[in-house]
């Protein structure tokens, strides 16, 4: 399985890092949100159902669809933030390796066209 991950990892980097970006992306969230459930603070979005605050400010109590799209859109923002920042430094590599290699292959004399 490890040889299969490596294979797969070594013959698609860019969606390797997305993958390993979105998965660090949605480890952030659950902290976030864990983290603001745990210190009641405003960290996240979960500790919105609740009626009052940590600081003592009287926020009104949100319906449980509301908190639903919110926590969706939060994690969903999370796994494409952190997978484009993952991906986007693996993809100039590779855009520039290709690049140089592809002008490597081009300048050798000992090939045919």
């Avoid at 993958?19 to 864990?34: H, Q």
């Avoid at 509301?66 to 952190?82: K, M, R």
């Amino acid at each position: 399985m490890l040889k299969t991950a490596m294979r797969i990892g070594r013959s698609h980097p860019i969606w390797s890092a997305a993958s390993i970006g979105a998965i660090f992306g949605a480890v952030n969230a659950m902290s976030l949100e864990i983290g603001g459930l745990r210190h009641r603070a405003m960290t996240g979005v979960l500790p919105f159902l609740f009626p009052s605050s940590a600081s003592g400010i009287q926020i009104g109590q949100m319906s449980a669809m509301q908190v639903t799209l919110l926590l969706l859109i939060e994690i969903a923002g999370n796994l494409l933030g952190f997978a484009l920042l993952f991906a986007a430094p693996v993809a100039l590599v590779v855009g520039i390796r290709r690049v140089f290699v592809g002008q490597k292959r081009a300048a050798s004399p000992g090939e045919r066209p």
